[in-house]
Protein backbone atom coordinates (compact mmCIF):
# COMPACT_ATOMS: atom_id res chain seq x y z
CA UNK A 1 0.00 0.00 0.00
CA UNK A 2 3.05 2.36 1.01
CA UNK A 3 4.40 2.32 -2.80
CA UNK A 4 0.64 3.98 -4.21
CA UNK A 5 0.99 6.85 -2.10
CA UNK A 6 3.88 9.07 -3.77
CA UNK A 7 6.66 10.34 -1.22
CA UNK A 8 8.33 13.89 -1.09
CA UNK A 9 10.97 12.16 -3.47
CA UNK A 10 8.85 11.05 -5.87
CA UNK A 11 6.78 14.53 -5.96
CA UNK A 12 10.17 16.29 -6.73
CA UNK A 13 11.30 14.06 -9.44
CA UNK A 14 7.65 14.21 -11.01
CA UNK A 15 8.56 18.13 -10.67
CA UNK A 16 11.58 17.61 -12.21
CA UNK A 17 11.02 15.98 -15.50
CA UNK A 18 8.34 17.27 -17.93
CA UNK A 19 7.07 13.76 -19.20
CA UNK A 20 6.07 12.64 -16.13
CA UNK A 21 4.71 15.97 -14.87
CA UNK A 22 2.43 16.03 -17.99
CA UNK A 23 1.48 12.01 -17.58
CA UNK A 24 0.79 12.53 -13.45
CA UNK A 25 -0.03 16.07 -13.18
CA UNK A 26 -1.13 18.20 -15.69
CA UNK A 27 -3.52 15.16 -17.51
CA UNK A 28 -5.07 14.24 -14.76
CA UNK A 29 -5.92 17.52 -13.75
CA UNK A 30 -6.68 19.06 -17.51
CA UNK A 31 -9.02 16.24 -17.72
CA UNK A 32 -10.74 16.77 -14.24
CA UNK A 33 -10.83 20.99 -15.17
CA UNK A 34 -12.73 19.79 -18.42
CA UNK A 35 -15.15 17.52 -16.77
CA UNK A 36 -16.09 19.96 -14.01
CA UNK A 37 -16.12 22.66 -15.76
CA UNK A 38 -18.68 21.56 -19.15
CA UNK A 39 -20.28 18.61 -17.48
CA UNK A 40 -22.35 20.50 -14.74
CA UNK A 41 -23.09 23.10 -17.02
CA UNK A 42 -26.30 21.57 -17.80
CA UNK A 43 -27.55 20.46 -14.04
CA UNK A 44 -27.02 24.13 -13.16
CA UNK A 45 -28.33 26.13 -16.08
CA UNK A 46 -31.40 23.78 -16.61
CA UNK A 47 -32.22 24.34 -12.83
CA UNK A 48 -31.29 27.87 -13.54
CA UNK A 49 -33.95 28.23 -16.13
CA UNK A 50 -36.53 25.97 -14.36
CA UNK A 51 -36.85 27.10 -11.12
CA UNK A 52 -35.62 30.61 -11.21
CA UNK A 53 -34.21 30.51 -7.83
CA UNK A 54 -30.52 31.47 -7.04
CA UNK A 55 -30.65 29.08 -3.66
CA UNK A 56 -31.56 26.13 -5.51
CA UNK A 57 -29.45 26.61 -8.31
CA UNK A 58 -26.51 27.16 -6.08
CA UNK A 59 -27.06 23.42 -4.09
CA UNK A 60 -27.32 21.78 -7.38
CA UNK A 61 -24.29 22.94 -8.50
CA UNK A 62 -22.48 22.20 -5.42
CA UNK A 63 -23.88 19.14 -5.26
CA UNK A 64 -23.18 18.55 -8.84
CA UNK A 65 -19.39 19.64 -7.98
CA UNK A 66 -19.01 17.07 -5.09
CA UNK A 67 -20.91 14.26 -6.70
CA UNK A 68 -18.16 14.20 -10.14
CA UNK A 69 -14.83 15.11 -8.31
CA UNK A 70 -15.90 11.85 -6.56
CA UNK A 71 -16.65 10.36 -9.18
CA UNK A 72 -13.54 11.34 -11.45
CA UNK A 73 -11.59 10.86 -8.35
CA UNK A 74 -12.23 7.26 -8.34
CA UNK A 75 -13.00 6.81 -12.00
CA UNK A 76 -8.86 8.41 -12.62
CA UNK A 77 -7.18 6.39 -9.40
CA UNK A 78 -8.70 2.75 -10.16
CA UNK A 79 -8.45 2.68 -13.78
CA UNK A 80 -4.62 2.80 -14.17
CA UNK A 81 -3.05 1.53 -11.16
CA UNK A 82 0.48 3.38 -12.76
CA UNK A 83 2.35 0.22 -13.32
CA UNK A 84 1.90 -0.64 -17.02
CA UNK A 85 1.47 2.86 -18.44
CA UNK A 86 3.89 4.73 -16.17
CA UNK A 87 1.21 7.25 -14.98
CA UNK A 88 2.50 6.99 -11.44
CA UNK A 89 0.54 6.92 -8.41
CA UNK A 90 -3.34 6.33 -8.75
CA UNK A 91 -3.62 7.87 -5.51
CA UNK A 92 -2.07 11.19 -6.65
CA UNK A 93 -3.72 11.22 -9.84
CA UNK A 94 -7.22 10.38 -8.61
CA UNK A 95 -6.33 13.04 -5.84
CA UNK A 96 -5.86 15.48 -8.78
CA UNK A 97 -8.16 14.81 -10.63
CA UNK A 98 -10.98 14.98 -8.55
CA UNK A 99 -10.17 18.19 -6.72
CA UNK A 100 -10.21 19.74 -10.19
CA UNK A 101 -13.53 18.74 -11.17
CA UNK A 102 -14.86 19.63 -7.71
CA UNK A 103 -12.92 22.99 -8.53
CA UNK A 104 -14.11 23.29 -12.44
CA UNK A 105 -17.63 22.21 -11.30
CA UNK A 106 -17.87 24.61 -8.45
CA UNK A 107 -16.88 28.12 -9.63
CA UNK A 108 -20.07 28.91 -11.88
CA UNK A 109 -22.15 27.74 -9.11
CA UNK A 110 -20.68 30.54 -6.95
CA UNK A 111 -22.59 33.45 -8.63
CA UNK A 112 -26.18 31.65 -7.72
CA UNK A 113 -25.15 32.81 -3.92
CA UNK A 114 -26.33 36.01 -5.44
CA UNK A 115 -30.05 36.35 -4.64
CA UNK A 116 -31.06 37.32 -8.57
CA UNK A 117 -31.00 34.84 -10.18
CA UNK A 118 -30.45 37.04 -13.72
CA UNK A 119 -28.04 38.88 -11.97
CA UNK A 120 -26.26 35.29 -10.86
CA UNK A 121 -26.61 33.93 -14.61
CA UNK A 122 -24.71 36.62 -15.75
CA UNK A 123 -22.04 36.30 -13.43
CA UNK A 124 -21.89 32.36 -14.13
CA UNK A 125 -21.62 32.85 -17.73
CA UNK A 126 -18.40 35.08 -17.34
CA UNK A 127 -16.90 32.65 -14.87
CA UNK A 128 -17.38 30.17 -17.47
CA UNK A 129 -15.78 31.64 -19.90
CA UNK A 130 -13.27 32.48 -17.81
CA UNK A 131 -12.77 28.21 -17.40
CA UNK A 132 -12.89 27.71 -21.01
CA UNK A 133 -10.55 30.02 -21.92
CA UNK A 134 -8.02 28.82 -19.18
CA UNK A 135 -8.09 25.05 -20.12
CA UNK A 136 -7.83 26.19 -23.55
CA UNK A 137 -4.66 27.74 -22.15
CA UNK A 138 -3.36 24.90 -20.60
CA UNK A 139 -4.30 23.07 -23.43
CA UNK A 140 -1.86 25.11 -25.52
CA UNK A 141 1.09 25.88 -23.07
CA UNK A 142 1.22 22.15 -22.61
CA UNK A 143 -0.25 19.94 -24.94
CA UNK A 144 1.02 21.66 -27.97
CA UNK A 145 -2.41 22.70 -29.28
CA UNK A 146 -2.93 25.62 -30.89
CA UNK A 147 -4.13 28.25 -28.79
CA UNK A 148 -7.02 29.18 -31.85
CA UNK A 149 -7.95 25.48 -32.45
CA UNK A 150 -8.37 24.84 -28.73
CA UNK A 151 -10.86 27.46 -27.69
CA UNK A 152 -12.91 26.78 -30.92
CA UNK A 153 -13.14 23.03 -28.82
CA UNK A 154 -13.49 23.88 -25.84
CA UNK A 155 -16.21 26.21 -26.24
CA UNK A 156 -18.17 24.34 -29.24
CA UNK A 157 -18.24 21.34 -26.91
CA UNK A 158 -19.09 23.63 -23.51
CA UNK A 159 -21.76 25.36 -25.72
CA UNK A 160 -23.28 21.78 -26.46
CA UNK A 161 -23.83 21.11 -22.99
CA UNK A 162 -24.57 24.81 -21.94
CA UNK A 163 -27.53 24.67 -24.67
CA UNK A 164 -28.50 21.15 -23.26
CA UNK A 165 -29.00 22.54 -19.93
CA UNK A 166 -31.54 26.02 -20.93
CA UNK A 167 -33.22 23.61 -23.49
CA UNK A 168 -33.65 21.06 -20.40
CA UNK A 169 -34.32 24.14 -18.09
CA UNK A 170 -36.77 25.83 -20.44
CA UNK A 171 -39.29 22.67 -20.99
Known amino acids: MSDLIPNLAELSAIAGNEKNFLLRVVQPGLA ?12 IFATAFA ?13 SAVGAGIS ?17 SPILRGGITGF ?3 VGGFLHSLPFLIPNVHT ?3 WAY ?11 WIRYKYMSTSFALSCLQVIVGGGLVFAAGVLIGQS
Open 32 to 43: GLMDGSVSTLAP
Open 51 to 63: THNSHTVFLIGAA
Open 100 to 102: MTF
Open 120 to 122: ALL
Open 126 to 136: LVVGVELLVIA
Open 72 to 88: MAFSEGLSDDGAITGRG
